[in-house]
């Protein structure tokens, strides 16, 4: 059980989490045992604060000061583990765009650095952005999960082999893609395997 | 979230050449077409040697295939330019200049330059109007002292540019006058 | 039929069932917002005319949405004429790549319109994201607010209730339902200990705002700021909301 002058020593850790991943700007892997031992000390914290309040601890009290300080370290606490929880939803989020919407592929890289909770938030996402595109775009005429940084000046662009995606079939017929080599093809073709890291854009 | 946080603030460069491409400009076509119906509206018919009136983007695909020639808008001249930059550095005001003259001039330049009378100074003096304006924007920034500033004459890429200060420059001085 | 008579086909069809699109060529050079000054370099910026073509239209009010602090009201019925567009201008489009008598020229005009019908499809694209991306950012505000509502379509609407409803839940089973009762709530701490957290537009936020037509534009606390026509003002937003909305000002 934490001592009183370490209440809050836990949240320091956890948004130093959030800043270095922020910083490195991926997803590290989902700390648990921290999360719980936070939840944990929530539930000591409350349980002080109300014995305090069954001893009488008001205002004027000499143990108010206190009172409030356990009080706001809760609040403290509470805020960090939402904002822990939040910053991680927006990596996830952006993670989905950029795989130009394939849910499976985001799983595949990031499976390992993500809580049961946050596997389920992305299906639920994913799902909720079909939903939206079937309601607004049926027959995919926009094309809503493509990119929206690069409007480029044509249809064609050149790019280079970062891994293998196969023989892919294209507009102009079956390209049997080499590693390391360059091939100037329609971008609506394979805009979806830059996205995904296959080939990269020159 | 849906939009790439480089998107979220501002708008990039690219996005204004894409806006900046509608418009239209002269071009010789080297090929036939028929009046066609596009989406943005109906163009042509492209009838060698006769000059035509089509958008920048337009004029762009068929010049990398060798299809045309652009022809410089009055503004893109070593002239016309030369005298824009006295009036900039002469006079406190911003000149007058195409709202999307950046955008506009940086694509004709990348990719006809050979349609272009003296691309080099062309460039050059661009990169002085540029250099002349932003100082003037600079000291706009300075000066920032009222609930709203008129900043007419700036074109379209400087008004990006200089976006993200002048946002947290009018958020500072909200919170210090509140009701100003 | 022959490739010729689908383009006229399509030329026709565009004139007809839309008024104010495609003016006729020559019209057209004249008719472009802050464009004319690249005929006559001394026209002052921002000549707006009655007849911007639908994605004339579009791309003002994509430069909006990007701009605004605020979700601007929807432009649905807009967006579902030019999605069409593109859907039948990609139909004629794959028409006319499956016929192997098309010549050079044909070639051309077909990867044309290929690049157009992408540029297109990119603004709209960018459109409806950077709509729902304000949607999923508010999404809990505008469920209980009103007057967003009456902005958004029902399909985002819709979005923003589920995305409420995931988001919540996933904070409910992270977080929330492992601590003591007196905290199981997202909004209950406080504010003298600590500030909200951001869950609505800034709308107090500065935009560049070019007046389409000479307007005034009123601050919150009644202040007024003449706006000359094609003029540039840099100002809070909450003082030109209506405004823009009203087209008579857009964001640059």
């Known amino acids: 059980m934490t001592s009183d002058e370490s209440y809050g020593a836990l949240a320091n850790q956890l948004v130093l989490q959030s800043k270095l991943s922020m910083d490195l700007g991926k997803l590290l892997p989902y700390d648990g045992p921290l999360v719980r031992s936070m939840l944990q000390e929530q539930k000591d914290l409350d349980r002080k604060v109300q014995q305090m309040e069954g001893n009488g601890v008001k205002v004027g009290h000499s143990s108010w000061p206190a009172l409030v300080i356990l009080v706001r370290v809760m609040h403290q606490n509470k805020r960090c583990l939402l904002a822990y929880h939040k910053q991680r939803l927006d990596l996830l989020q952006a993670a989905y765009w950029d795989a130009g919407g394939a849910v499976g592929h985001v799983l595949e890289n990031q499976r390992g650095n993500m809580s049961y909770e946050e596997i389920r938030y992305l299906q639920g996402y994913g799902e909720s952005v079909l939903i939206y595109r079937e309601q607004v775009d049926p027959q995919d005429v926009m094309s809503l999960t493509m990119g929206v940084e690069n409007p480029g000046r044509g249809p064609m662009v050149t790019v280079e082999v970062e891994i293998c995606p196969g023989p892919i079939y294209t507009e102009s017929g079956m390209v049997d893609f080499k590693p390391g080599r360059r091939y100037i093809l329609r971008r609506a073709d394979i805009e979806h395997l830059i996205l995904q890291g296959y080939l990269r854009e020159l | ?180 | 039929m022959s490739s010729v008579a689908s383009w006229e086909a399509e030329y026709l069809r565009s004139k007809e069932s839309n008024a104010t699109s495609a003016p006729s060529f020559s019209h057209r050079g004249l008719s472009a917002p802050l464009e004319d000054d690249l005929l006559i370099p001394d026209v002052q910026l921002g000549e707006p005319l009655p007849e911007e073509t639908p994605l004339e239209q579009l791309t003002r009010h994509w430069m909006n949405e990007r701009h605004a602090p605020d979700i601007l009201p929807a432009q649905d019925v807009l967006l579902g004429s030019i999605l069409d567009h593109i859907r039948r201008q990609s139909d004629t489009i794959q028409l006319l790549r499956g016929d192997p008598s098309t010549s050079e020229e044909e070639h051309i005009r077909i990867m044309l319109a290929q690049t157009e019908v992408e540029r297109v499809q990119f603004v709209v694209r960018s459109y409806v994201r950077t709509r729902l991306y304000k949607i999923e950012k508010y999404a809990r505000y505008i469920i209980a607010n009103e007057d967003v509502q009456t902005r958004i379509t029902t399909a985002e609407r819709d979005f923003a209730s589920r995305h409420a409803n995931i988001m919540d839940r996933h904070f409910y089973s992270s977080v929330l339902q492992s601590l003591p009762e007196s905290q199981a709530g997202l909004d209950d701490t406080p504010h003298f200990i600590m500030p909200p957290m951001v869950t609505e537009p800034e709308t107090t936020r500065a935009v560049f705002a070019h007046a389409l037509k000479r307007t005034i534009a009123r601050t919150p606390e009644g202040k007024t700021i003449d706006l000359p026509k094609g003029s540039l003002t840099l100002l809070s937003y909450a003082a030109v909301a209506d405004l823009v909305a009203a087209g008579e000002v857009e964001l640059v």
């Open chain 2, 1 to 180: 979230m849906s939009l790439p946080h480089t998107l979220r603030a501002s708008v990039t460069p690219p996005e204004l050449e894409l806006i900046a491409c509608q418009q239209l400009v002269d071009i010789v076509p080297l090929i036939a077409m028929e009046k066609t119906a596009f989406i943005s509206g109906a163009y042509g018919p492209l009838r060698p040697p006769h000059k035509a009136r089509i958008p920048l983007w337009m004029a762009v695909t068929l010049k990398q295939k060798k299809k045309c020639h652009i022809l410089a808008p009055e503004w893109l001249t070593v002239e016309y330019l030369q005298l824009k930059l006295t009036q900039e550095t002469t006079q406190a005001e911003f000149t007058k200049l195409p709202f999307r003259f950046a955008e506009l001039s940086r694509v004709m330049l990348d990719v006809a330059s050979d349609d272009l009378q003296n691309p080099d100074k062309l460039r050059s003096l661009l990169q002085d109007l540029r250099e002349a304006r932003q100082a003037k924007a600079r000291a706009g920034l300075e000066n920032l002292e009222h609930s709203a500033l008129g900043l007419s004459n700036l074109s379209a890429m400087e008004i990006n540019e200089i976006r993200p200060f002048f946002i947290e420059a009018m958020a500072i001085l909200g919170r210090l006058q509140p009701g100003a």
